[in-house]
């Protein structure tokens, strides 16, 4: 089965300091058994493609319902290195 990099950002952004609205939205996909690549401006993690719609919707909802102002979400065919 194909699988995709998700790569996302939640703002507000504050250097060094996550507030919830991150480490909540990070939550929600671990909660999916998936690990997330944590980085200072993005974040990624690697998932099914049939996963990916129910796993994005998680982390999107934890981020708004925990004050995020701002989502973005790209994703792009995963492939070995």
């Not at 909802?61 to 065919?77: E, H, I, L, P, Q």
């Amino acid at each position: 089965m194909a699988s995709l990099v998700v790569e996302f950002t939640v703002e507000p952004f504050v250097e060094g300091q996550p507030g919830p609205h991150v480490k909540e939205a990070v939550a929600a996909v671990e909660r999916h058994g998936l690990t997330v690549d944590f980085g200072p401006f993005g974040s990624t993690f690697v998932v099914d493609v049939q996963q990916m719609p129910i796993v994005v919707a998680d982390m999107m909802r934890a981020a708004y319902d925990n004050g995020a102002t701002f989502v973005s979400v790209t994703a792009a065919r995963h492939t070995s290195s």
